[in-house]
């Protein structure tokens, strides 16, 4: 009794004859109940009572026949999808998501629990039908007591192993052509040429996160959409005057110049016929000034509105000097990635900081030094060697590195919350000034 029993492996045939032997004995019981009015057949037949090499048999249990058929086909359905992710196995998918249930691991189960509306709708499962199911039994039954009427509906569908192996081979390649989708939304994610490949990385992110079924790559396509979405908060518009009544812009994300397929929206204070001329992606603004008086603000404003989300720029001209304005505002989300983290002893090493900075001014500015202190990390981070200018008004994004190994400690029901401060460079004052964080932040590790 104190010894634990190994489990033997039970032959697969086996088991069908145990459960088809059950099958009998719980028509028999229920006949018992209730009472037969109409079946398919005169007779059970043997595929229900017997070994059915190269089938599936689903039985199931429904008000009406047409409820019956519905739920027949989800059992066949789902019972491919089970043989399938009992078979395969994806060197790149984490298919196997692990959930623990009673000390045991339920790779499988969870796997069909959690994609099984998703999986049918995969091109090489289109197929499956009733009409291709090579016999159907009905039983209409009706309760002796309460004369409630029901149908036992079973069939006979085939798939050989053969079919099988085929499903697998075919599984195989579709998730290795979704997991090649990922790499290449990740990969795309800094060299994107146009504003509009936002919103059409966004849509194939969203066609993939249908799909994946494992806890691991549903959070790392998560995690892409979302990177994809927070560009949005990092458009701004660089340029300049170019000439007396000519101003050359484009449209930025994080910084860096993409093409934009929509125009600004342009207007001024004093400037007449101006006109928005498209250049390679760029724009050339051109308007007329001689209505404008010199000595006072005069300014030509462009704006685009990008999902949703204004993005507006004023280019002063004349004696403007009073719009000059600095102001550099930290915002958003900061992301932190570590290059390599280590699990046993709870530490990593290598972090990169990618911070958003909205140039809300007029003036190019500079970044410092930066220090950020991360709950979870047992220092702060500092970076006191940045020393960079950026000329784009708008949002930019901050990227800096740090050296060494941190450890990481346990906090729970902790906000993921960071602070610090940053040191800006006033070009209108010639002098570093400080500035306070207190952002969200995002890692790796967590």
Known sequence: MGTAMKMKHIPTTYLRTIFMLLTVILAITIQAEDKVVDRSAKKIPEWLTGPAEGFLVVTVDAPTVADAQKKALNEI??????????????????????????????????????SSIRSANLPFLKGISLSKASDIYWVRLRAKKSGVERYEYSVKYPFSRTDQQMLEADFEDYDKEKVTELENLENGINTFTSVEDIRSAIIRAEAIEEYFFDNVRTARVKGVKTRYKDLYNSLGIAGSVISSGLIECALTVGGRTVRCGSSPIVTSNCASNIQVIPSDGAF?????????????????????????KKTERKFAFGDSSSLEKFSVIPQGTVYLTADSVSVADKTIAGIEVRLTLNNRGTTDFGVKSLELNVP???RNLIIDDIDAIYTTRGNVTLKCRVNGRFNIREMFNRPKTLSGLIYLVNPLKGAVTQHRISLPYCSNWQ
């Open 376 to 378: 979870v990390l047992n």
């Open 284 to 308: 050339r603004i051109k308007y007329d000034s001689s209505d404008c008086i010199y000595d006072e603000d005069n300014y030509i404003s462009v704006m685009f509105r990008i999902n949703g």
């Open 77 to 114: 359905t789902e019972r491919i999808i089970h043989s399938i992710a009992s078979n395969v196995s994806l060197q790149q998918s984490n298919i196997a998501s692990e959930v623990y249930s009673n000390g045991s691991i339920e790779s499988t189960d969870s796997y069909t629990r959690q």
